[in-house]
């Protein structure tokens, strides 16, 4: 029997997948909020408010059966200088030296586990001109704590680090540094996590009661801890087990909602690390992966904003690159400002789903929600200065007549406090910032092209009629798909509909040899997760890609703004023909023959050497690949294209090729939409289905389809362009380029 696949999880424990559980499945539905003072000004009080807020979230959250241990909450708070210092000089019987760092550590329970993680601290800091001060034992109640919580929790202590002088921007650097080299020297230490280590914020949370927070961290309830910014969380699981690590804020955002597409994210996150490169972080391909692969969605997306800010980027710009509004399809935005989306979307997919987020990094309290707003966030600034935000109405209790100003953050919309200037900047302030850091418009101009719909015709001959019966025997062209697929979608631009159901067997079940698509079934949005209306609500949705090789997210140049763009991944024989001939434009196109003789090998050693062929063309500088199976023939069997696509993708990523390279499939096995979304969503960036266009051109010829044959292919796409937003909005996913590689799809009946 096979063995259980092991997986890490965010704690450094080895996990197993049991059957249907998956760790890497975390979901939850939470409560959020944050408070900060306006002119930045600590106190106690604004801790005391936060904590209030949280309490009237409970409800929010999942209770135990002990009735004590709660899904995870918690704080991040700006440092509190004053206090740490204070704690240090307890310890140390000195001052910390001008620049310092405070780490909130979760221990393993051992001793000798303790041990090694502190002796990785030890070595870790060595190289980056940074000192361990001191070792405090965090102040807890453990009597507050349910049965399930006491079973798993930590040790918990902080470490005091300090240093001599230096920037900001180094400091926050060196940090993270340390942090990811301690991590992965002690990855396997269960109950190891470091849920802050910063000189700006720090992090208070655990498996209690928001009630019981201020009791099991007895230092927040210490009137000497003040603050001018507090984000506070509840969290709800959903689907999975509460955990320590778990439970938020992380170490600069707390989530309410599901990130859809984070296995694409996590995949393409790693597939871009050899292209990132700052001068902030020279070492940084030491401590891959940068994000984590398992675990929380919201602990990767965390993770990404973390790389980006401390790697340089304007935080509003780092969360605007991750989190987009609906930009594409508005008529009346600002070219400037749609420039500045163009151009970080040919190097960054959305992290899509329902989000609402807030977020701190020690001077900036923010949130933002994704483009469909179905996380609520409200908030009210009161004549002490302080501006609450939270998921609902009334956790901050206030007096009507102190209020300021109040409001709500809406669909794509930002909200910034810069506590170090007293500014209050809303979406329109921040675009105004983005839209002029660089002349993006200028770049795209000059640089990016669109390959328009006046290429959409078919420009030569289709396969002859004895081609064609070949090759709808090899791909399982059937009276049926012509019929019932092809013709609706043909004459009327949309797939047929039917009223009885699907009354075919599952393919593992089938009697019948049936196509490797048939055995991928789509997932879709359930519990917390609501899916998304494709006709009303279009405007958040979009089926653009971009060809050629991406840049390096920390850098904004010009030359990074060459790309092709298209409206959609299905494309036009004229569409296609114009990609062929794009090395005139300074991108060069290769295509690879899928398909191999099985006389001479067989299909794993064909697929291995198409691996080897298309690393091989990247390195070369080639960076479109065009994956065709039309060479068949006597001698000569396809790999099926989903074959193809999945195991080029994934082999390019594991080279640290993918980034520099857009795959493109020419293929006769995909007709229908569920097909090609099988496709994109193992990494194809575009698809060209030859024989579908070579089966209608045979059909308007023999009168089986009635119209012009360039609207008879144009309602083909537009058909299989409308089951594609179908298939996406489902899954909740508003942009191919977050479907793409995501793999939202479950194998029945195949194994690996």
Same mark, same amino acid.
Request: glycine share 8%; net charge negative; charged share 25%.
């Given at each position: 029997?096979?063995?259980?696949?092991?997986?890490?999880?965010?704690?450094?424990?080895?996990?197993?997948?049991?059957?249907?559980?998956?760790?890497?499945?975390?979901?939850?539905?939470?409560?959020? +909020?944050?408070?900060?003072?306006?002119?930045?000004?600590?106190?106690?009080?604004?801790?005391? *408010?936060?904590?209030?807020?949280?309490?009237?979230?409970?409800?929010?959250?999942?209770?135990?059966?002990?009735?004590?241990?709660?899904?995870?909450?918690?704080?991040?708070?700006?440092?509190?200088?004053?206090?740490?210092?204070?704690?240090?000089?307890?310890?140390?019987?000195?001052?910390?030296?001008?620049?310092?760092?405070?780490?909130?550590?979760?221990?393993?329970?051992?001793?000798?586990?303790?041990?090694?993680?502190?002796?990785?601290?030890?070595?870790?800091?060595?190289?980056?001109?940074?000192?361990?001060?001191?070792?405090?034992?965090?102040? *807890?109640?453990?009597?507050?704590?349910?049965?399930?919580?006491?079973?798993?929790?930590?040790?918990?202590?902080?470490?005091?680090?300090?240093?001599?002088?230096?920037?900001?921007?180094?400091?926050?650097?060196?940090?993270?540094?340390?942090?990811?080299?301690?991590? #992965?020297?002690?990855?396997? @230490?269960?109950?190891?996590?470091?849920?802050?280590?910063?000189?700006?914020?720090?992090?208070?949370?655990?498996?209690?009661?928001?009630?019981?927070?201020?009791?099991?961290?007895?230092?927040?309830?210490?009137?000497?801890?003040?603050?001018?910014?507090?984000?506070?969380?509840?969290?709800? !699981?959903?689907?999975?087990?509460?955990?320590?690590?778990?439970?938020?804020?992380?170490?600069?955002?707390?989530?309410?909602?599901?990130?859809?597409?984070?296995?694409?994210?996590?995949?393409?996150?790693?597939?871009?690390?050899? #292209?990132?490169?700052?001068?902030?972080?020279?070492?940084?391909?030491?401590?891959?992966?940068?994000?984590?692969?398992?675990?929380?969605?919201?602990?990767? /997306?965390?993770?990404?904003?973390?790389?980006?800010?401390? +790697?340089?980027?304007?935080?509003?710009?780092?969360?605007?690159?991750?989190?987009?509004?609906?930009?594409?399809?508005?008529?009346?935005?600002?070219?400037?400002?749609?420039?500045?989306?163009?151009?970080?979307?040919?190097?960054?997919?959305?992290?899509? +789903?329902?989000?609402?987020?807030?977020?701190?990094?020690?001077?900036?309290?923010?949130?933002?929600?994704?483009?469909?707003?179905?996380?609520?966030?409200?908030?009210?600034?009161?004549?002490?200065?302080?501006?609450?935000?939270?998921?609902?109405?009334?956790? =901050?209790?206030?007096?009507?007549?102190?209020?300021?100003?109040?409001?709500?953050?809406?669909?794509?919309?930002?909200?910034?406090?810069?506590?170090? !200037?007293?500014?209050?900047?809303?979406?329109?302030?921040?675009?105004?910032?983005?839209?002029?850091?660089?002349?993006?418009?200028?770049?795209?101009?000059?640089?990016?092209?669109?390959?328009?719909?006046?290429?959409? *015709?078919?420009?030569?001959?289709?396969?002859?009629?004895?081609?064609?019966?070949?090759?709808?025997?090899?791909?399982?062209?059937?009276?049926?798909?012509?019929?019932?697929?092809?013709?609706?979608?043909?004459?009327?631009?949309?797939?047929?509909?039917?009223?009885?159901?699907?009354?075919?067997?599952?393919?593992?079940?089938? !009697?019948?040899?049936?196509?490797?698509?048939?055995?991928?079934?789509?997932?879709?949005?359930?519990?917390?997760?609501?899916?998304?209306?494709?006709?009303?609500?279009?405007?958040?949705?979009?089926?653009?890609?971009?060809?050629?090789? @991406?840049?390096?997210?920390?850098?904004?140049?010009?030359?990074?703004?060459?790309?092709?763009?298209?409206?959609?991944?299905?494309?036009?024989?004229?569409?296609?023909?114009?990609?062929?001939?794009?090395? @005139?434009?300074?991108?060069?196109?290769?295509?690879?023959?899928?398909?191999?003789?099985?006389?001479?090998?067989? /299909?794993?050693?064909?697929?291995?050497?198409?691996?080897?062929?298309?690393?091989?063309?990247?390195?070369? +500088?080639?960076?479109?690949?065009?994956?065709?199976?039309?060479?068949?023939? @006597?001698?000569?069997?396809?790999?099926?294209?989903?074959?193809?696509?999945?195991? *080029?993708?994934?082999?390019?990523?594991?080279?640290?090729?993918?980034?520099?390279?857009?795959?493109?499939?020419?293929?006769?096995?995909?007709?229908?939409?569920?097909?090609?979304?099988?496709?994109?969503?193992?990494?194809?960036?575009?698809?060209?289905? =030859?024989?579908?266009?070579?089966?209608?051109?045979?059909?308007?010829?023999?009168?089986?389809?009635?119209?012009?044959?360039?609207?008879?292919?144009?309602?083909?796409?537009?058909?299989?362009?409308?089951?594609?937003?179908?298939?996406?909005?489902?899954?909740?996913?508003?942009?191919?380029?977050?479907?793409?590689?995501?793999?939202?799809?479950?194998?029945?009946?195949?194994?690996?």
């Amino acid at each position: 029997m096979k063995s259980p696949e092991i997986v890490k999880s965010t704690v450094g424990t080895p996990c197993k997948v049991r059957g249907l559980y998956n760790p890497d499945e975390f979901r939850d539905n939470c409560g959020f +909020g944050m408070i900060a003072h306006q002119q930045g000004e600590a106190s106690h009080k604004l801790l005391e *408010t936060a904590i209030e807020s949280l309490t009237c979230m409970t409800h929010r959250g999942g209770i135990a059966a002990d009735g004590k241990t709660g899904d995870g909450c918690g704080l991040l708070l700006q440092m509190p200088s004053g206090f740490m210092r204070a704690r240090a000089r307890e310890s140390l019987g000195r001052e910390l030296a001008p620049v310092f760092a405070v780490g909130m550590v979760f221990l393993p329970s051992d001793p000798g586990g303790q041990e090694r993680v502190k002796a990785a601290f030890a070595a870790a800091i060595k190289e980056f001109d940074f000192a361990v001060a001191t070792w405090r034992s965090v102040p *807890t109640r453990p009597d507050v704590c349910g049965e399930i919580a006491l079973e798993k929790m930590p040790v918990i202590e902080q470490v005091f680090l300090e240093a001599e002088e230096m920037s900001q921007e180094e400091i926050a650097a060196r940090l993270f540094m340390i942090r990811r080299r301690v991590e #992965k020297a002690v990855a396997e @230490e269960d109950g190891f996590y470091i849920c802050s280590l910063s000189d700006r914020v720090i992090s208070y949370k655990g498996l209690v009661m928001p009630s019981d927070l201020e009791h099991f961290y007895p230092d927040l309830g210490d009137p000497e801890l003040e603050t001018a910014i507090c984000v506070f969380h509840q969290r709800f !699981s959903t689907n999975t087990l509460p955990k320590w690590p778990l439970a938020q804020p992380f170490r600069m955002l707390a989530h309410n909602g599901e990130i859809n597409t984070i296995e694409g994210n996590r995949n393409w996150s790693k597939a871009r690390t050899p #292209k990132l490169s700052s001068t902030l972080l020279p070492d940084l391909h030491t401590v891959t992966p940068l994000v984590n692969e398992s675990g929380s969605d919201s602990s990767s /997306l965390d993770n990404m904003l973390e790389l980006l800010v401390t +790697g340089g980027v304007d935080l509003p710009k780092a969360l605007r690159m991750l989190i987009p509004p609906a930009w594409q399809n508005i008529e009346d935005i600002d070219p400037d400002l749609k420039a500045f989306y163009q151009y970080h979307a040919m190097h960054m997919e959305p992290w899509d +789903g329902p989000a609402g987020i807030v977020l701190t990094d020690g001077r900036y309290a923010c949130c933002v929600l994704d483009r469909n707003g179905l996380r609520p966030a409200r908030w009210v600034t009161t004549t002490d200065g302080f501006i609450t935000l939270a998921s609902e109405v009334g956790t =901050y209790h206030y007096e009507p007549e102190t209020v300021v100003a109040k409001g709500r953050v809406g669909p794509g919309q930002i909200l910034v406090i810069d506590t170090a !200037s007293g500014e209050v900047l809303h979406t329109k302030d921040i675009d105004n910032q983005l839209k002029t850091s660089k002349p993006y418009k200028r770049w795209l101009r000059d640089n990016a092209r669109h390959i328009e719909a006046s290429y959409d *015709t078919i420009v030569s001959a289709p396969l002859e009629s004895a081609q064609l019966d070949i090759y709808q025997k090899m791909f399982q062209v059937s009276l049926e798909e012509r019929d019932q697929v092809l013709k609706p979608l043909a004459e009327s631009g949309n797939e047929a509909v039917g009223s009885m159901g699907d009354d075919t067997p599952m393919a593992v079940l089938s !009697s019948r040899e049936r196509s490797l698509y048939d055995y991928f079934r789509q997932k879709f949005a359930q519990v917390t997760n609501p899916p998304i209306d494709p006709l009303r609500e279009a405007i958040v949705m979009s089926l653009e890609v971009d060809l050629g090789g @991406e840049g390096n997210l920390f850098e904004e140049t010009e030359r990074q703004a060459r790309r092709v763009s298209l409206t959609s991944p299905v494309l036009s024989q004229g569409k296609f023909d114009s990609i062929l001939a794009l090395n @005139e434009s300074g991108l060069r196109v290769q295509t690879i023959d899928a398909t191999y003789d099985p006389d001479k090998t067989d /299909l794993k050693a064909a697929l291995t050497s198409l691996c080897q062929e298309a690393a091989a063309h990247v390195t070369g +500088g080639a960076n479109v690949l065009v994956l065709s199976d039309r060479g068949i023939g @006597e001698s000569r069997l396809p790999i099926h294209s989903l074959l193809a696509t999945g195991a *080029t993708h994934h082999h390019l990523i594991a080279n640290g090729l993918r980034a520099d390279a857009n795959l493109i499939i020419e293929t006769a096995s995909a007709r229908d939409s569920h097909q090609v979304a099988c496709l994109l969503g193992f990494g194809a960036t575009a698809i060209y289905p =030859y024989l579908a266009y070579s089966v209608l051109a045979e059909q308007l010829n023999n009168g089986e389809v009635l119209g012009a044959p360039a609207a008879c292919y144009k309602n083909y796409r537009k058909g299989l362009n409308k089951g594609l937003l179908k298939i996406m909005s489902k899954m909740g996913i508003s942009a191919v380029n977050s479907y793409r590689g995501a793999q939202l799809f479950e194998a029945v009946g195949l194994d690996a």
